[in-house]
């Protein structure tokens, strides 16, 4: 049978599209990187994950480490293939004092190749101590410090972004820190910003970065357990996780 040009691509757009909806429904394969001071991490890992879980499939792989440490260095990162196997890695951790600088590189040329982060409140403050800035640029905030805690309503300045969609113009956080932000990195967009009842200053409180070949999704918000119960907050979690691992 001679196959014409016309039929061959309609076969390769049959099997492109059934491969494209195969990886849509598959689940997303994410890493959740947690522990360190100042938290209660063993409940964060389970409200997270479940939450998440409820708007999203996920398989989840969870490293929980370094107990109250605020310099703690994993050795899950000696192994230059860390995340290679991973959609998607949720930081949800804090060592704020541990600062070698090649450790620090480890982490972030893993992402710059290409796997995708959701980085949530103390992932901010995590590696604060240290002279370089390739974590900050990961990230895509420079921040060192925080305003009290309080109830913080949210301003939508990216209502179009899909991370966005659906989302409350008048949804006020639970308890939680605002983070102040002392720089958004170029390729970072803020989505939402909290205002700063001390200063009135506005900070991003959800952004997205664009890291090497990395999407990363971003919140200041996660210190206390309401926040991270909260339905609201998992939601846009979750779908800052879609977005990251390409699947929303």
Not at 14 to 24: A, D, F, M, N, Y
Not at 90 to 116: L, M, W
Request: net charge negative; glycine share 6%; aromatic share 10%.
């Amino acid at each position: 049978m001679k196959i014409t040009n016309l039929t061959l691509i309609a076969f390769l757009s049959t099997l492109i599209v059934g491969c494209s909806k195969q990886s849509e429904d598959s689940p997303v394969n994410a890493l959740l990187i947690t522990g360190g001071c100042c938290h209660d991490y063993d409940f964060q890992k389970q409200a997270l994950t479940t939450g998440i879980a409820q708007h999203a499939p996920i398989e989840w792989t969870i490293v929980q480490e370094g107990g109250e440490s605020r310099d703690f260095q994993s050795k899950l990162y000696n192994n230059p293939d860390w995340a290679r196997e991973y959609d998607v890695v949720v930081h949800n951790e804090c060592f704020a004092q541990t600062k070698d600088p090649a450790y620090i590189s480890k982490i972030v040329d893993a992402h710059r190749q290409g796997v995708s982060a959701v980085v949530i409140h103390c992932a901010m403050h995590t590696y604060r101590d240290a002279e370089v800035d390739n974590w900050r640029e990961f990230l895509g905030v420079t921040t060192r410090r925080h305003d009290h805690q309080s109830r913080y309503p949210v301003t939508v300045t990216a209502p179009n972004h899909p991370i966005m969609e659906d989302f409350p113009t008048d949804w006020v956080s639970p308890m939680d820190e605002l983070y102040i932000i002392e720089k958004l990195w170029p390729n970072a967009k803020a989505l939402a910003t909290g205002t700063s009842e001390e200063t009135k200053d506005t900070h991003p409180v959800f952004w997205t970065n664009e890291y090497g070949k990395a999407r990363v999704f971003g919140t200041t918000f996660g210190h206390t357990n309401d926040t991270i119960a909260d339905p609201q907050f998992q939601e846009i979690v979750s779908r800052g996780l879609l977005w990251a691992a390409g699947r929303l």
